[in-house]
């Protein structure tokens, strides 16, 4: 669903900044090779990402889905020196394309991949984090939320993607689509925990940004 129209996408995109050539380039290839394309944070959420990044400046940082890496390299853009992003995806396939664009990015050494359950290896994590992004399988949304709450810093930020699908969320759904219930359900779930505020943003398929108290 587009909740603007194309050509009001389009000028949101060409009055934003400039997708970098790396990212046009490791987009190109995701719609050529990569199964579900659509799962890219594309040109305007990326330049979204690499802005929140670059305000909220994180030393810490946590992704659940890293898929062919694009939201990775937005969000490295914003890390200070001595930053790192923490990115976790189960899809062994993609290994190797997500390290050729980190390579080609320059922000490598920023960036450490785990590959694997989410649930399996944050518990393992010794580490706090000042900004996390959950873009990943969307029945465990509520499930991300509750391992990650009790890593976070003050005032640190959690991003939840796709938090509308496609406007699914007040439509009424296939009782088989778990996506759409799970995310009803974890959009209360923030709305209500007394440990976060937060706002969701219509940004693409929607994007909340939830600040720890």
Known sequence: MHFLSEVLEKYVADHSEDEPAILKELSRETHLKVLRPRMLSGHFQGRVLSLLTKIVYPKSVLEIGTYTGYSAICIAEGLPENGKIHTIDVNEELVEFQKKYFKKSGFQEKIVSYTGDALDLIPEMDLKFDLVFIDADKPNYSN??????????????????????????????????????????????????????TVLLPIRDGLTISRVL
Not at 165 to 188: C, F, M, R
């Open 144 to 197: 991300y939320f509750d391992i990650i709450i009790e890593k976070m810093n003050p005032g640190g930020i959690i991003l939840s993607d796709n938090v509308l699908w496609s406007g699914k969320v007040i439509e009424e759904h296939h009782k088989n689509d778990k996506s759409a219930t799970a995310l009803i359900a974890y959009n209360k779930k923030l709305k209500e925990d007394p440990r976060v505020e």
